[in-house]
């Protein structure tokens, strides 16, 4: 069955890095696109970013355009978040999302304070 594992969140200082990673297993990963979204309490999850099947196009909201990068490795089934310069607002549950199969991983935590 389609999983998605993420790990890679955690506790970082206003201006810090962290590299989410997303594993996915029981579906064709090379021929799906993926997306990362964002969860804080109180507001509606938002989309991030999203990549193509192989990793030549990418998308991402405007807040953290310049910032962050998404990236795939079809060999190794992951996709990937590499988030800089981190601000307070980007803190969050991140998830990792399969379109094709409307499935989500169950989120690593992302907080951003000093």
């Known amino acids: 069955q389609v999983q998605l594992v993420e790990s890679g969140g955690g506790l970082v200082q206003p201006?810090?890095?962290?590299?989410?990673?997303?594993?996915?297993?029981g579906f064709d990963f090379s021929t799906s696109g993926m997306r990362w979204y964002r969860g804080a309490p109180g507001k509606?999850?938002?989309?991030?970013?999203s990549i193509s099947t192989t990793g030549v196009q990418q998308t991402y909201v405007d807040s953290v355009k310049g910032r962050f990068t998404i990236s795939r490795d079809n060999a190794k089934q992951s996709v990937y978040l590499q988030m800089n310069t981190l601000k307070p607002e980007d803190s969050a549950v991140y998830y990792c999302y399969v379109p094709r199969f409307n499935f989500w991983g169950q989120g690593t935590q992302v907080t951003v304070s000093s």
């Open 44 to 49: 509606e999850r938002e989309w991030v970013a």
């Open 15 to 25: 201006g810090g890095s962290l590299r989410l990673s997303c594993a996915a297993s």
